[in-house]
């Protein structure tokens, strides 16, 4: 079992910057690849980020690809989303998903645990 609580949402203007971050309780979370999503209003749920159990891989959404970063501190349990250049249309309830394997992947049907997310508004 994997527990997953976001933080750092939060509203802030275009072109500012913000860090998510999602801590995770249980055993397995070194071993886990992790992903962030985030869900629009009226929206389906879509991919922002993955990196793999090591750190050494990651994968970007074309939309974000440039202005965001994922990393990961298996020591402190916790993967982090930073956020630059921010827009508008990256207003969102972000939200943290964890696999229950190593290698990163970018549909949420691969995912097994996710946080109650947290809330991100871009103001123009």
């Known amino acids: 079992q994997v527990q997953l609580v976001e933080s750092g949402g939060g509203l802030v203007q275009a072109g500012e910057s913000l860090r998510l971050s999602c801590a995770a309780s249980?055993?397995?979370?070194?071993?886990?690849?992790m992903g962030w999503f985030r869900q629009a209003p009226e929206k389906e749920r879509e991919f922002v980020a993955a990196?793999?159990?090591?750190?050494?891989?990651?994968f970007y959404a074309d939309s974000v690809k440039g202005r965001f970063t994922i990393s990961r501190d298996n020591a402190k349990n916790t993967v982090y989303l930073q956020m630059n250049s921010l827009k508008p249309e990256d207003t969102a309830v972000y939200y943290c998903?964890?696999?229950?394997?190593?290698?990163?992947?970018?549909?949420?049907?691969?995912?097994?645990?996710w946080g109650q997310g947290t809330h991100v508004t871009v103001s123009s």
């Open positions: 249980g055993r397995t979370f070194s071993s886990s690849a």
């Open positions: 998903g964890a696999r229950r394997g190593g290698l990163a992947r970018v549909h949420p049907d691969d995912y097994g645990y």
């Open positions: 990196i793999s159990w090591s750190g050494d891989s990651t």
